[in-house]
Structure formats: structure tokens, C-alpha cells
Nanobody, 123 residues
Framework: VQLQASGGGLVLAGGSLRLSCAAS????????MGWFRQAPGKEREFVAG????????HYADSMKGRFTISRDNAKNTVYLQMNGLKPEDTAVYYC?????????????????WGQGTQVTVSS
């Protein structure tokens, strides 16, 4: 199983990035997906989750209205569109897969993790 995250980079505050996570080795449509992030010296935290067929999404409160999670089951890929980025969004962003319907906010629920992609927001 491989989850390959990409799309990170350096961006100015207020800018946008779109992260992608390509999955292989799993039947993608059987898995809900989540994005998490980990800033230096902090614990990994939930960012957003999406159900198997994209009917349900949910977000951490600080991301609502700025971030959008989506998926394309035909491409085995989940996305995270990030707008209005702030310096406090700087972190390594990870995608994860959980066998089940919903992309829940609990780290320990997830079965597989990607390697992470660095997002740096400068002020």
C-alpha cells in the first residue's frame, strides 16, 4: 500500500496550494480518507476527512471555509485545496486511509499513512 502525497511548497500568507494524495495497493473506494498535519514541536492534528463516495466531509474548526477536501475515485486520489493560508498553517501534511465509510478525526483510526508533504507559509 502506498499513499503518495504531493503539492506542498513555500507560499506567501494569503496564498493557495492544492495537495494531492495518490493511493495504490488498496481498493480506493472502500476507504474513507483524511488529511492531517504536524507542525514542529506539536502533535499531529486532524485537518479534514471525506467519506468513501465524497458524500460527507468534515473539517477541523480552524480550516472551515478555507480548506476543501475532495476525491476522485477514478484516479485513486484525494485532494486538499487550501486557500487563505496563514503562517500557522505551516506543517507537514499527511494523507491517510481508513477502511470504512467516514473520514473520522481520530489518528488511531487510520490504517495507512502517506509520507507527508511540507507546506511552509511565510508572512
Amino acid at each position: 500500500v502506498q499513499l503518495q502525497a504531493s503539492g506542498g511548497g513555500l507560499v506567501l500568507a494569503g496564498g493557495s496550494l492544492r495537495l494531492s494524495c495518490a493511493a495504490s495497493g488498496i481498493t480506493f473506494s472502500r476507504y474513507a480518507m483524511g488529511w492531517f498535519r504536524q507542525a514542529p514541536g506539536k502533535e499531529r492534528e486532524f485537518v479534514a476527512g471525506i467519506s468513501r463516495y465524497a458524500g460527507t466531509t468534515h473539517y477541523a474548526d480552524s480550516m472551515k471555509g478555507r480548506f476543501t477536501i475532495s476525491r476522485d475515485n477514478a484516479k485513486n486520489t484525494v485532494y486538499l485545496q487550501m486557500n487563505g493560508l496563514k503562517p500557522e498553517d505551516t506543517a507537514v501534511y499527511y494523507c491517510a486511509a481508513v477502511l470504512g465509510v467516514y473520514g473520522v478525526p481520530r489518528l488511531d483510526a487510520y490504517d495507512f499513512w502517506g509520507q507527508g508533504t511540507q507546506v511552509t507559509v511565510s508572512s
